[in-house]
């Protein structure tokens, strides 16, 4: 099998930046806005227990997974199938996940521009400009959202442009820690406010009456995504992972990282729609259910930014949007190195070259969802809900049935000796060989049966 010299392919320079690195981009927007809300309206502690649940029993066995196959092989997603098989069929499951890497980036980079285009709308309305910061945070105007997402995409190319540690490496690192003191900051000012206990209790209080299979369903797909699991995000930075490494326990920081900063974002979220709450502005929708996504980060936060007023409500508001950014912009770096590692392992493309082209490519597909946002929610349904446990399961079984076990305990015991007879190892073998593959696809047919 043959070995990519990992000096020329780019490695970490340290475990912490791989741990930097893998967490960054896991901790993406779909912390910050989507887990709260599914969190607040899903039965708060009882979807929280569940989703703890689906992070560490499914998520993490499937994380390391796609470490130990990017470790051992040393290339992209496709290239560790191939690597791996001499099957033709396989390396497949590694285009797929090509695909939903860049069809999500696609979309998310458009959603990426908005908290860049929010920044600038709170220091608009700040400064004494209300009018042009309404101008400027209308989300429906596609030429605005056409030169954000020229921006971010810009801002995702230079990064991959500078390589694994001087780039991907170097990025995170300054702006992993960041985000983590803007988020402590955010939450401790607001539950400090009026109103943010009863924020608090919705969000941690359990209702088990709301335990159905949809919500499980919504829970594992949201665990999917917030880990970046299914794509072959981590088979590619594993990729780049010393082989002195302890595999198991860097996924195992990973996951821990982006729940805590999933419940960390629950924390700062919940508690600041009942400040709007009581501030006169409506959290809830229609249907009676409290208002989530876009219409929550892009509306209703910002209205208790403004009616808060002041250097508070201007600190809140341009701190929060910058804190989106930052989130978005580790997530997109690991989207971007998916399809960039592809095109250098099995093209012998440079890497300058590949990450302008491929983003360049992907940036057209971007516009074209700027003047169409309605096509957001349907590649969302498309790559991430279903294609990102889909490629999950695929993973588990190539790994199980075809490369196999015991050759994967190779490798996790390589940086980690004794890591398949311990009992982590042995429970971890039932999980990606039966559990993972058959709770995945159950949860996937679920909404059908
Ligand atoms: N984990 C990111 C988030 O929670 O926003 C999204 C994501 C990034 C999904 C990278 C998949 C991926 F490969």
Redesign the pocket.
């Known amino acids: 099998m043959a070995q990519t010299d990992t000096a020329t392919r780019g490695n970490w320079n340290s475990k912490l930046g791989f741990i930097l690195a893998a967490a960054g981009?896991?901790?993406?927007?779909?912390?910050i806005w989507?887990f709260p809300t599914e969190a607040a309206s899903n039965g708060g502690g009882a979807f929280l227990i569940i989703y703890l649940i689906c992070c560490f029993l499914i998520g993490f066995p499937v994380m390391m997974a796609e470490i130990s196959m990017g470790r051992k092989t040393g290339k992209n997603p496709v290239g560790a199938f191939k690597a791996l098989s001499s099957n033709k069929f396989y390396p497949l499951i590694g285009m797929w996940g090509v695909l939903c890497?860049v069809m999500?980036l696609s979309f998310?980079t458009v959603v990426a521009g908005w908290t860049v285009s929010y920044v600038l709308e709170e220091i608009l309305f700040f400064a004494g400009n209300p009018e042009w910061a309404t101008w400027i945070g209308n989300t429906g105007n596609g030429w605005l959202n056409a030169i954000f997402s020229v921006a971010f995409m810009s801002a995702t190319v230079s990064i991959i442009m500078g390589g694994v540690s001087d780039g991907i490496e170097r990025a995170t690192k300054t702006l992993m820690p960041l985000l983590f003191v803007i988020l402590i900051v955010l939450i401790g000012y607001v539950v400090m406010q009026p109103g943010s206990g009863k924020g608090l209790a919705t969000y941690l209080r359990p209702d088990f009456s709301m335990v159905t299979p949809a919500l499980i369903f919504d829970a594992m797909g949201q665990a999917f995504?917030?880990?970046?699991?299914?794509?072959g995000?981590l088979i590619t930075y594993g990729s780049y992972l010393s082989k002195k490494e302890n595999v198991p326990q860097a996924a195992a920081l990973v996951t821990t990282t982006?729940t805590i900063v999933a419940f960390l974002a629950g924390l700062l979220i919940i508690p600041t729609m009942y400040m709007a709450q009581a501030q006169g502005i409506t959290i809830f929708n229609a249907s009676g259910d409290l208002i989530a996504g876009p219409a929550l980060i892009f509306q209703v936060l910002p209205s208790l930014f403004h009616e808060l007023g002041g250097l508070w409500g201007a600190m809140l508001g341009i701190t929060f949007f910058v804190l989106l950014s930052v989130?978005?912009l580790t997530?997109?770096i690991?989207?971007l190195e998916?399809p960039v590692s592809y095109a250098i392992d099995e093209f012998q493309i440079k890497r300058k070259k590949a990450a302008m082209y491929i983003g360049l490519g992907i940036l057209a597909v971007s516009l074209v969802i700027s003047f169409q946002t309605s096509l957001i929610g349907v590649l969302d349904t498309i790559f991430?809900q279903i294609g990102?446990p889909l490629g999950g399961i695929l993973i588990c079984l190539f790994l199980s049935y075809e490369w196999k076990v015991q050759n994967a305990f190779e490798e996790l015991d390589t940086g980690n000796p004794g890591f398949s007879q311990s009992l982590v190892g042995k429970v971890w073998k039932v999980m990606v060989m039966i559990v993972c593959p058959i709770v995945i696809l159950y949860n996937l047919l679920s909404p059908y049966l």
């Open positions: 981009s896991a901790v993406g927007l779909g912390n989507r890497g999500i998310y995504f917030s880990l970046s699991l299914g794509m995000a982006d989130a978005a997530s997109t690991s989207l998916v991430s990102l």
